[in-house]
């Protein structure tokens, strides 16, 4: 089993910027595909980015050029840089690793 922990998010104003960070609880080494979901309200949760095979990453249309997601394996943690943050990224956002979810941290994107 792992857990997994979110931090980093906050309250910023649009065109700033944060780094989300996923602490897991055990090794991740072995672990292929590492992504980071949102869910803003009244909406469902989406698929932000995606990290696999290694160094492949794959990312939502709307985050594009914007978010970089990452990961340090002897660390055991997973990040997504957020850049030219925009009022429609407001949202929580879930580490999701194999079949495991962290409780998410919240994101606003306001002036």
Known sequence: QVQLVESGGGL?????SLRL???ASRSIFSID???WYRQAPGKGR???A????GVIADYADSVKDRFTISRD???NMVYL???SLK??????YYCHIDTYWGPGTQVTVSS
């Open 33 to 35: 595909t590492m992504s």
């Open 73 to 75: 394996n002897a660390k």
């Open 12 to 16: 910023v104003q649009p065109g700033g």
């Open 81 to 83: 840089q957020m850049n």
């Open 87 to 92: 009022p429609e990224d407001t949202a929580v």
């Open 50 to 53: 995606r990290l696999h095979s």
């Open 21 to 23: 960070s996923c602490a």
């Open 46 to 48: 989406e698929l932000v």
